[in-house]
């Protein structure tokens, strides 16, 4: 079965905002899974310059040719990525997903995953979606989506360039 706005509706994922119509507000402060997905007739176009932040003196631009690499023409789903509470338990998916947004904006983020989608073209069309978890499942459940996703189209989503693992597995 695809992993794509139905199916993950279907287990549980709201939202489904595009990025440009994303009110940060509305996005729970629980711990849990995001996903970017393409909007429906998206094609990719890349830029030869990322919008993302610099992360420790590193440019996260990819040549062209390594981008189109990493896309899936079949696949909607184009980021998968975990919000957990934080050390102190004040982080959260709104938290997160609010750097990730930032991080496409220029501002210097604390790991560089999904930047990949800060060289698309248009990337306020692109639609993000999320599923609120119990803390203690957040990264078994990480961990399975990129499997499931890896067994389906075999490798990550577009913007995943590592392979998120269970804790303790």
């Known amino acids: 079965m695809p992993i794509n706005k139905q199916t993950l509706k279907a287990d549980g994922f709201t939202g489904f905002r595009a990025f440009g119509q994303l009110e940060i507000n509305r996005v729970p402060q629980a ?20 919008t993302a ?60 995953d999904g930047r990949l989608i800060w060289q698309l073209a248009d990337p306020q069309s692109l639609v993000i979606a999320w599923k609120e978890l119990p803390a203690a499942e957040v990264n078994l459940t990480e961990a399975r989506y990129h499997a499931d996703f890896r067994e389906l189209y075999g490798r990550l989503p577009f913007a995943n360039l590592v392979q998120a693992r269970a804790k303790g597995s």
């Open 31 to 50: 711990p849990g899974l995001f996903a970017v997905l393409k909007p429906a007739g998206y094609e990719p176009r890349f830029l030869v310059k990322s």
């Open 53 to 112: 932040g610099v992360f420790k003196k590193k440019d996260p631009s990819l040549r062209e040719d390594a981008l189109a690499a990493e896309w899936i023409e079949d696949a909607d789903v184009l980021y998968l990525g975990k919000a957990g509470p934080g050390s102190k338990g004040n982080r959260g998916l709104r938290r997160q997903i609010q750097e990730f947004v930032d991080f496409g904006k220029g501002k210097p983020p604390g790991h560089w």
